[in-house]
């Protein structure tokens, strides 16, 4: 599209064709013989202007991949929005997209459990990046055996230091952008850390006792650590486990006591665990709210106000605090009308 771009601008310029008005029909034959090569060679120009092809594994990796490499990156995901990246198996078409990129990017940490194989024997072959890998293993949260929580994108701040390695990564692929890679990754860093201080403020309008998010699967202990919020999953870190008859009378045991008003389902994990929560909440006479969907490991569709990783998270604050804070809302969430 630069391209197409550059050559626009190249014939509307007033004496493209014209010319001074010495031009001898030589100039003039130079000039459409050099319009006419410009319009040959357009195809590589063009890929020239998109320089490195991105694979990336989830919908949240591939807007950071959007972010930082701007019109020189074309970006394809290979989970669509709405995917559980947990239990998502490579399909033979995902093999050959992945061998095809120039650069793999996934968040890593083990979100991306039953790729983990694939990627690893792709990395002998294709540059594969891990961008959830940058943030210093000080700030993760371990979950045992060595392993860390791999849900840091919903921590704007945590989520900021994944820009820059990014921008190394492309700039090692095209030198000649490595520039624009790391002038685009600081500037959005910069807007990750901006939003975190908005996303704290709003948050702190909810009553301390009424900061508990419970969830379809935990998704959101970095954000409840960074915001000030408990955050409770009916299912563990992966929807891959199940969530069990003494996690289920623990949560609404939670419910009850305190008086906790709205839990949240989310648009990539099925609703049914939660169902049951509010199922045994309302048979211990505390009916729980439906808060809402949140936009948990994969974003919404093109168009939608979760379609790139920032209007998720205003999104879901939105969602959060319209349930707890008791501010009116009405949310229909799947044809049920809540609140
Ligand atoms: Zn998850």
Known sequence: MAALRRLYFLVRQKNFFEGPKR???????????ALLLAVVLLPAADHAAA????VATTTVVADLVRQVGGDRVVVESLMADGVDPHSYRATPRDADRLLRADLIVANGLHLEGKLAQLLDRLARRRPVVAVAEAVPEAKLLPIGNGLFDPHVWF?????????????????????????????????????????????????????PSRRVLITAHDAFRYFGRAYGLEVVGVQGTSTESEAGLADMNRLVELVVSRRIPAVFVETSVADRNVTAVREGAAARGQPLTLGGRLYSDALG???????????????????????LAGESATVTVAGEETR
């Not at 921008?167 to 030198?175: I, P």
């Not at 600081?186 to 990750?192: C, S, V």
């Open 155 to 207: 921590d704007a701040a945590l989520w900021s230091h994944c820009p820059a390695a990014l921008a190394e990564a492309l700039a090692k692929l095209d030198a000649a952008g490595a520039a624009e890679y790391r002038q685009r990754a600081d500037a959005y860093a910069e807007r990750l850390r901006q939003l975190d201080e908005q996303v704290r403020a709003r948050l702190a309008g909810i009553p």
């Open 23 to 33: 031009s001898s029909g030589k100039v003039m034959f130079q000039r459409v013989f």
């Open 301 to 323: 569709p093109p168009g939608s106000d979760g379609d790139t990783l920032e209007r998720a998270l205003r999104a879901n604050v939105d969602t959060i605090v319209n349930a």
């Open 51 to 54: 320089a490195v092809r991105v």
